[in-house]
């Protein structure tokens, strides 16, 4: 179980770190919606008018891990034959791990 958790949260940080801290958002909203952003705020307010369930989840770090994390959790699950109950312990310790390390990334960038 402890290798489950760990990869669930190593490759939900991974790509939490991707969405929030590289120019994908950009890139997404160049191809969803041919148009060119040049802030990641423009493609998440573009989202928010289109859905705006998806676009809170796409612009909220928590809630971004919590919904990837049961996602991978799930991919795991089956991919690896874990028992069904792993994708829900993963869904309420990931994210906790994940904002503990997006808060150390944080601090050092000030």
């Not at 148009?35 to 928590?62: M, S």
Request: aromatic letters at 20%.
């Amino acid at each position: 179980m402890l290798t489950f958790i760990a990869l669930n949260t190593l490759i939900t940080f991974s790509i939490s770190i991707l969405w929030f801290f590289s120019p994908l958002k950009i890139t997404l909203g160049k191809i969803l919606f041919k148009q060119h952003y040049t802030d990641p705020l423009e493609f998440e307010d573009k989202l928010v008018t289109i859905n705006p369930t998806l676009g809170q989840i796409a612009g909220c770090w928590t809630c971004f891990t919590f919904w990837t994390s049961l996602l991978i959790g799930v991919v795991l699950t089956f991919l690896f034959s874990y028992p069904i109950f792993y994708p829900v312990i993963a869904f309420f310790t990931s994210p906790g791990i994940c904002y503990i390390g997006y808060s150390l990334i944080r601090r050092l960038n000030r």
